[in-house]
């Protein structure tokens, strides 16, 4: 069986590439697990975009800043310009933001934003609005329940992939591929992704020599909590800082500003960094408070987190709940160009966050992502429908391969807790060249093909990290006690 386009993944970007492709197209979409398992799904904060023509210079250098010079400014100035008509398409389409009593579009501020430029949806669900609309307008097939386990690749070339479907290994042809499967979240002990956000695609093009960008580059969200038994924590969006939420420790002391002149406003790598080095300095528990916000305000603004909040136990927004930083956005991933094209292979992309555009350099710019996915995800379906060459027929094997043993359960809990103590907030050479030395001995033993991709991806950061030298960004490491 053969496709005009495979796209892996369901996720924004991925479905708003499939939203671009025509009906006459012959499309697949490959999800690995039921369809609201993606991070696109759990975005709670809204959607950034260059409000007028005025604001596009603004975007970009609030973007350049976050990205403290290691964004490329060709796609900065891209994801800005495109931003409106983004917008503009989702609501001729029926998409409906949020809306104040006469109709206009509520726009919010987030941290290391210069002005109100943030739309959102349901209140605290922006992303899980959008997620469940594009589903909605996709006009193309789904096979759900199977992830891909190889990249078709001969000549510098991609023909397809291979998918694990119901335990059976099967090729499917494609002219085109898109990767919009997303981060690297299941390698983390703490994180806010869905709970199969796990690398695989990202440790599968190491595999096919195919390079990873920026892999250092992995933003920890400041304000989670974490105080519950599963991997996945509970995000307490930016927009909460944005709109008067305060981070106090156990006094009801607000220490951000000892770290930075705008105290909650401040980029995420700032306050992520300065909840972790007040606690290691005091020992007290950190706080986000919510005594800013009249209650109904509040329950009407933010319904999704007032209920959850309200089921763990805290009275909100009367009391305030205990917060630690989690990872929470991978920056780097599979380097691609302007267009999405994958570097050195073609008729192969990647967009969302599995890519690396370098829009983001060395630290996220809040409420950036969904932007971005959608953005790439569209130019690289006008890309790859731009494109006029006839493709010849190949056909591959499918290699048989052991996916997975009993024991690596047990590792890849062990990985986990590997990259959050070493290769976290803050790190340290002693810490990541440890991390380096338990993941290749790891790597060494019976593992099945689904762990070695989630070890392979871990060690492009461990190698990334170990590689830069000074603190940048989202990336800070400290001088061991012994230098």
């Known amino acids: 069986m053969k496709y005009d386009v495979i796209i892996v993944g369901a996720g924004v970007a991925g479905l708003y590439a499939a939203m671009h492709l025509p009906r006459d197209k012959k499309v697949l979409i490959i999800n690995k697990r039921e369809t609201f398992k993606c991070n696109s799904f759990y975005a709670q904060g809204g959607i950034a975009l260059a409000i007028d023509a005025e604001d596009i210079p603004l975007h970009v250098q609030d973007t350049l800043d976050a990205g403290a010079g290691l964004c490329d400014e060709e796609a900065v100035r891209v994801l800005s310009e495109s931003s409106k008509g983004i917008i503009d398409d989702l609501i001729a389409r029926g998409f409906e933001f949020d ?34 609309f594009l589903l909605q307008q996709n006009p193309h097939p789904m096979l759900t329940d199977a992830r891909v386990v190889d990249l078709l690749i001969k000549d510098g070339e991609c023909y397809g992939v291979t998918v694990l479907d119901h335990r059976e290994s099967r090729n499917i042809y494609a002219d085109n591929v898109i990767i919009a499967s997303g981060g690297v979240g299941s390698l983390y002990a703490y994180h806010t992704n869905a709970p199969c956000i796990s690398a695989d695609m990202q440790g599968l093009c190491v595999l096919k020599g195919i390079e990873l960008a920026d892999m250092e580059m992995m933003q920890f969200h400041p304000t989670v909590f974490v105080d519950n038994n599963s991997a996945q924590k509970l995000l307490l969006t930016e927009a909460l800082r944005g709109e008067g939420a305060t981070v106090e420790d156990e006094n009801g002391r607000r220490f951000l500003f000892d770290y930075d002149e705008r105290g909650e406003l401040a980029s995420r790598d700032i306050v992520s960094k300065a909840i972790y080095d007040h606690h290691k300095k005091t020992g007290m528990q950190t706080y986000l408070s919510f005594q800013n916000f009249e209650h109904v305000y509040f329950t009407k603004r933010f319904p999704n987190l007032y209920k959850n909040l309200q089921d763990l136990g805290f009275d909100v927004p009367k009391q305030r709940v205990p917060i630690s930083p989690a990872f929470h956005y991978a920056i780097g991933g ?104 338990q993941i290749n001995a790891l790597l060494n033993e019976k593992i099945g093909k689904l762990l070695k991709f989630r070890l392979l991806s871990a060690r492009e950061i461990v190698l990334a990290a170990l590689a830069r030298d000074e603190s940048i960004g989202v990336h800070f490491i400290q001088k061991d006690e012994n230098d």
């Open 99 to 132: 809306r104040d009593k006469e109709g206009k579009l509520l726009y919010t501020k987030e941290a290391a934003h210069s002005k109100e430029r943030i739309l959102h949806a349901g209140g605290d669900a922006t992303g899980r609005y959008m997620h469940y």
């Open 334 to 437: 599979i380097k691609t160009d302007v267009n999405g094209a994958v570097s050195g292979v073609k008729s192969l992309y990647a967009v969302g966050e599995v890519a690396s555009t370098k829009v983001h350099g060395a630290n996220r710019l809040a409420s950036n992502s969904l932007l971005e996915g959608l953005v790439f995800g569209k130019r690289a379906v006008a890309h790859l429908l731009g494109k006029k060459e006839h493709k010849k027929s190949v056909t591959f094997e499918v290699a048989d391969e052991v996916m997975s043993y009993k024991e690596d359960k047990e590792k890849k809990n062990l990985l986990r807790r590997i990259m959050w103590e070493n290769v976290s907030i803050v790190r340290t050479k002693s810490g990541l060249k440890s991390a380096l030395e």
